[in-house]
T-cell receptor, first 113, second 113 residues
Framework: GAGVSQSPSNKVTEKGKDVELRCDPISGHTALYWYRQSLGQGLEFLIYFQGNSAPDKSGLPSDRFSAERTGGSVSTLTIQRTQQEDSAVYLC???????????FGPGTRLLVL | GENVEQHPSTLSVQEGDSAVIKCTYSDSASNYFPWYKQELGKGPQLIIDIRSNVGEKKDQRIAVTLNKTAKHFSLHITETQPEDSAVYFCAAGVNSGYSTLTFGKGTMLLVSP
């Protein structure tokens, strides 16, 4: 079946603009996760959803970052007033339930000029 | 919170040799340890995982060992092939309820023909 998909695959934006990144999880997966990967670095956990609920937003780097999930499926990560340090690959993963194996999408490569 | 250390950061081997990547973790509550392979421009792909009720798991040329007392786990790749070249990430998490994965910083494995 289809894996996790993310769009856009690449995004170039100007400093100060807002961006929206989309994640389509594997069908039937109730848990969804967002990570950030800076060049040559590991994966930094941002936020997770169980259904439409995000119990812990403390991993988001600043209040310019927000995420939502509707219908227990698609999720959107929004970065407002982008800064150059936001440039990174944003990865989404889903799992059939919390604590189960996470399957990753291909990521969105964000470049803030 | 959990802290995962991964070594080495880079590893070069000749085709046919074995490769070993080691990780340590800090939270004794962690009981789930996946390994991911990330090829250039792609999202991480799960290659093997182990849960704390076993000490070793094998899948063809790949094996993972876990020492819960010492809080370390290792990835072993035998008979390496050029297509094994990638960045490998270890992670640790708690397989129940609220769950996130904490990732190591990755090991770049280069297998030379």
């Amino acid at each position: 079946g289809a894996g996790v998909s993310q769009s856009p695959s690449n995004k170039v934006t100007e400093k100060g603009k807002d961006v929206e990144l989309r994640c389509d999880p594997i069908s039937g997966h109730t848990a969804l996760y967002w990570y950030r990967q800076s060049l040559g670095q590991g994966l930094e956990f941002l936020i997770y959803f169980q259904g439409n609920s995000a119990p812990d937003k403390s991993g988001l780097p600043s209040d310019r970052f927000s995420a939502e999930r509707t219908g227990g499926s698609v999720s959107t990560l929004t970065i407002q007033r982008t800064q150059q340090e936001d440039s990174a690959v944003y990865l989404c993963a889903s799992s059939i339930g919390l604590g189960e194996t996470q399957y990753f999408g291909p990521g969105t490569r964000l470049l803030v000029l | 919170g959990e802290n995962v250390e991964q070594h080495p950061s880079t590893l070069s081997v000749q085709e046919g040799d074995s490769a070993v990547i080691k990780c340590t973790y800090s939270d004794s509550a962690s009981n789930y340890f996946p390994w991911y392979k990330q090829e250039l421009g792609k999202g991480p792909q799960l290659i093997i995982d182990i849960r704390s009720n076993v000490g070793e798991k094998k899948d063809q040329r790949i094996a993972v060992t876990l020492n819960k007392t010492a809080k370390h786990f290792s990835l072993h790749i035998t008979e390496t092939q050029p297509e094994d070249s990638a960045v490998y990430f270890c992670a640790a998490g708690v397989n129940s309820g609220y769950s996130t994965l904490t990732f190591g910083k990755g090991t770049m494995l280069l297998v030379s023909p």
